[in-house]
């Protein structure tokens, strides 16, 4: 009897399971072809829009470079001597000519000036025997050896005056002293570092250009310079020079730029990023940067059109403040949205509002 009774309920439970089946096939069947038949879109989305304008652009890169000085020279000793005068400080700015150190130059002196009388008795020497060589009392090979006597005295006096010379150090040129490395009193070698001079007003920027951009780098283009040590200042200067060779392994050329300098705020070996302004276009496609919509490494915006919002892929190029540059995808004229792009999808029915204007 039991039996039979779970054989019952089995079986009610059977039927009630198929059942429920069926509706739920109908109920699903509905539901898809709700779903085919309901239009795209829905209900018009209300978006910000915007028209792509003309305007101007420049084209810029961006690279790295080294700051230089203009002049730079490690000043040396180029005779040995005694340190006698330092007539610098550490940092100070100096003109060209200007006397750094003097070694001690009394016994070079002295020999100078024993030279110099040398050539003042090889002078009257000379000058005695021509008086009496129009007497016949002296043979002309004797006037010739005391004419190469007289030229030898005067030579020893430029030796000895080159060698005075040589023991007081000046600058080759204006600039700023760097270190001193010797003290008074010190003996230096031939070669021996007394301290270094820059010439850092303009300072130069050395940096490699890729070849791409070759035909359009040329001296006088603009560049602007910064750097780490002075956040958000900006150091204006142009092109002076470009490398007559491109680089085989890296396929960039080297050029240099100068920048004005006057308080030396910038210091050779700086690191700088370089901005450089290659051209001008005045006939630029501008869209507002907040149009945007970056999908991997593609760019997209919402074009409106016949009240729908259409994804279009477009190429970017410049960016400029608040605005980016549209190289292929869209014409000057076409409405895309700005603000609600969160809200739209491809084909979304769209209510279009002009884009207030700052």
Known sequence: MKTRNQFIIIAVLSVLGGTAWYYKDILLAGTQQTTRTQPTGGRPVPVQTAVARHGAVIDTIETVGTAAANEAVTVTTKTAGIVAKVHFTDGQTVRAGQVLIELDRREAQAELEASRAAVVIAQQNYDRASKLLG????????????????????????????????????????GKIGIRRVSVGAFVPPGAIVTTLDDIDPIKVSFQVPE??????????AIKARSEAYSGQAFTG???TIDTRIDPATRTVEARAELPNPFGTLRPGLFMTVELSLARRESAILVPEEALIPIGTRQFVFVVKNGRALRTE????????GEVEIVKGIEVGTEIVTAGVQKIRDGSAVTPTPRPTS
Not at 142 to 160: F, G, H, N, P
Not at 212 to 221: D, F
Not at 314 to 321: A, D, K
């Open 135 to 174: 007497m016949q009392a002296v043979s002309q090979a004797r006037m010739d050896e005391l004419s190469s006597q007289l030229t030898s005295a005067q030579a020893r006096i430029k030796v000895q005056e080159a060698r005075v010379q040589d023991l007081q150090i000046v600058a080759p040129f204006n």
């Open 238 to 240: 142009v092109v002076k």
């Open 314 to 321: 477009v190429e970017v190029g410049q960016r400029i403040p």
């Open 212 to 221: 791409t951009v070759l035909a359009l780098l040329k001296p006088g283009i």
